[in-house]
């Protein structure tokens, strides 16, 4: 009882945190990332700054700051799924990952913290499965099995082209 008590009042101390992280930009695509931004507590979001943080602050988390490090712009905002950070950048991110530090600041705390943001190469497959899902369509059944499964990734089905 006494931990639970402990965990209730850490909850409460006004820490601002970043959360759960996801990239809608592939590789070589300009950058797009939105964070959830999670314990606000009574902070307005007009008081939470969010930055790349300095050179200094990626040596002394041990990240490496790479000379070609995109231009980052960051801004927040809250939409149905509640308060979130957008990175964007305007140059192409030509990595699979980029590691990020950010300097989060709020009236009465800061903290830094260490991201990765994994990125998907760009997805050239949905012109490609429309001809395959059309094709297993009128291919055998065990074309039409297998299509179907990488169909169903993208919400389409073979049964989709055939009627269509």
Known sequence: MAALGCLLLAGNAGAVGLGQLRA?????QPLSVRIQLIDLGSTPLDEVEIAV???ENFERLGVDF??????????????????????????????AYLEIVLDTRWPSGRVLSQHTVLLDPPVFADTLLGACCSTASKGSPNARF?????????????????SG
């Open 146 to 162: 297998a299509t179907a499964c990488i169909c169903a990734s993208t919400g389409r089905s073979s049964s989709d082209d055939a």
């Open 24 to 28: 809608d930009s592939a590789i070589n």
């Open 66 to 95: 790479a000379p070609n490090f995109p231009q980052i712009d960051i801004v927040t905002g809250v939409d149905a799924d509640g308060a979130y950070a957008r990175l964007t950048s305007s140059s192409p991110v030509r990595a």
């Open 53 to 55: 943080a300095a050179g």
